[in-house]
């Protein structure tokens, strides 16, 4: 049996866990991925990004560990990634279920095109692609924009 996963708030002290994950979540998932900033680069603005916006950011615990986090900004969400060794766990689920709670009657994404696992995540999710880019992104990458929207 796993443990329980607990969705709070993130704070400032989790910036460097965020930024870990992150790193490590899209090095496996999309490995050959053009890289617009360095690990350090990325460590600073998450740094100085997620105590900027509170009750945006989110992070999934287990055992006092963060094993997943998420921005969401009103209908929009920005980032949800989960470590590796965590993935397929039900952390993901756990999130997108407080992205929900937030934003009940709609969300939109963006995810790499190339990233089959976030694409099948979000399509079990009922997520449906509205749109597709040739690479409207830091990394210049074709990506796929979808749109969650609650049953009427």
């Not at 509170?54 to 963060?66: E, F, I, K, T, Y």
């Given at each position: 049996m796993s443990a329980a996963i607990d969705i709070e708030e993130a704070t400032a002290d989790d910036a460097p866990a965020l930024a870990d994950i992150h790193l490590a979540a899209r090095a496996e998932a999309t490995p050959r991925l053009a890289r617009a900033h360095t690990?350090?680069?990325?460590?600073?603005?998450?740094?100085?990004?997620?105590?900027?916006?509170?009750?945006?950011?989110?992070?999934?615990?287990?055992?006092?560990?963060?094993?997943?986090?998420?921005?969401i900004d009103g209908e929009c969400l920005d980032h949800l990634y989960v470590r590796p060794d965590s993935q397929r766990r039900g952390v993901g689920s756990a999130l997108l279920m407080k992205a929900r709670s937030l934003s009940p009657r709609r969300i939109a994404l963006a995810t790499f095109e190339r990233n089959a696992r976030a694409r099948g995540f979000y399509e079990k999710h009922g997520f449906r692609l509205v749109r597709r880019t040739a690479g409207e992104n830091e990394e210049g990458e074709p990506d796929v924009r979808y749109l969650w929207e609650a049953p009427r």
């Open positions: 690990d350090d680069e990325t460590r600073n603005w998450f740094a100085g990004a997620v105590g900027d916006r509170p009750s945006a950011w989110w992070v999934a615990r287990q055992n006092g560990l963060v094993v997943g986090y998420m921005l």
